[in-house]
């Protein structure tokens, strides 16, 4: 995978039907006019994210079907729910987070999955997170401390302790916004404050704000967008920051200074393609879903990115080098926290737990 820091890329092409595991791969599709066939307008995660994603499903989907496949950029759960709501278009097939899933569907903002647009084989690959009603498992990706290789020579940081460690490890740092519960800062602030991974939940806000409190001096920025932490430390800006590994791991393989740590990562579970009831293209939608999930494609999205495929009969395409990099490898699962989805989908007098949190994170923020 080749990245310059200059910010263009292509990913690397990498032959994924590999030996006798090619007999895997479906069919193609049979291909139709592009007038006949229609559009299907789709999120684009952006940076190396978006790149793999149009290398692997977007342009081979294209040119299967005669589809055209329209983009739009990757919105955070809550300004999707907002658009939905207010039947604001936010495009036929878009990305949400686990723990958003249920939110949506409990609202009535999302169309049932047409499993019959789904080879039966790719469904039942589906694990160990299997399709929801609402929703196909897009993806797995850790949160990750990361940081800048040549801030602090030798001493890099191993532990979101370090992260809270302002004397040793001296520097500014970012952390993805709390408003946005799914970029996991919560978890993050109590392993940092000393909590075991097995005791985060049910989370203790009143802890997390005090904690976070101790070093908001040195935080310069609550990122929002996926892209934002490792432009951060490309430029310098900060010397250590939450960040997604697979971001990560692009910039470092591209020649930036950069690195992660397994150690204390989250773990989601997963991100999920959704087809929002308003829905212009929602039969394209659902081909396009189907697309995804096939065998091939995952493999062919993960060995461009280090995000685990959802479909399990991918890994009988990937070679064993790229299996050691996914989030979810036995050597790189043990030392992570997996993010209690279910607590977070839990209502509190009515109202989402996420929404809660939302709330008091900007709470803090005024105060």
Request: one cysteine or more; charged letters at 20%.
């Amino acid at each position: 995978m080749k990245r310059n820091l200059s910010g263009s890329y292509r990913p690397s092409r990498r032959n994924v039907l590999i030996g006798a595991a090619a007999s895997l791969a479906a069919p193609m599709i049979t291909r139709v006019g592009a007038a006949e066939a229609g559009t299907v307008i789709v999120t684009d995660g952006g940076g190396a994210w978006g790149d793999a994603q149009k290398e692997a499903y977007y342009e081979p989907f294209e040119k299967e079907t005669g589809i055209k496949v329209r983009t739009i950029p990757w919105a955070p759960g809550p300004k999707i729910m907002s658009a939905i709501q207010a039947n604001v278009s936010v495009g036929d097939c878009v990305d949400v987070a686990a723990n958003q899933l249920s939110r949506f569907s409990k609202a009535g903002l999302l169309l049932p999955i047409d499993t019959g647009a789904f080879d039966p084989k790719d469904l039942a690959g589906l694990q160990p997170v299997p399709a929801d009603k609402f929703g196909i498992p897009a993806l797995f990706g850790s949160m990750c401390l990361s940081y800048d290789k040549t801030a602090n020579g030798a001493h890099v940081p191993q532990t979101w302790a370090d992260f809270f460690d302002v004397k040793n490890f001296p520097g500014s740092r970012s952390i993805g916004s709390g408003q946005n519960p799914s970029l996991r800062s919560f978890e993050i602030i109590l392993m940092g404050d000393g909590v075991p991974m097995d005791k985060i939940y049910p989370i203790d806000f009143d802890r997390c704000f005090a904690a976070l409190e101790r070093i908001r001096g040195s935080i310069i920025k609550f990122w929002t967008a996926p892209a934002e932490p490792g432009q951060m430390l490309v430029d310098k800006n900060v010397v250590m920051t939450s960040a997604y590994n697979g971001r990560i791991a692009d910039l470092k393989a591209g020649g930036a200074s950069v690195d992660f740590t397994w150690r204390q990562c989250t773990l989601g579970g997963p991100e999920y393609w959704v087809v929002p009831k308003n829905a212009e293209n929602p039969e394209n939608a659902f081909k396009l879903m189907a697309y995804i999930t096939r065998a091939d494609r995952g493999a062919a999205f993960a060995n461009l990115i280090d995000y685990s495929p959802t479909n399990v009969r991918a890994y009988d395409l990937m070679p064993k080098e790229r299996l050691a990099a996914m989030p979810t490898a036995p050597q790189n699962r043990g030392e992570q926290l997996l993010i209690n989805v279910n607590w977070w989908s839990e209502e509190v007098n009515g109202v989402p737990r996420e929404q809660l949190a939302s709330q008091l994170w900007e709470r803090w923020l005024k105060g």
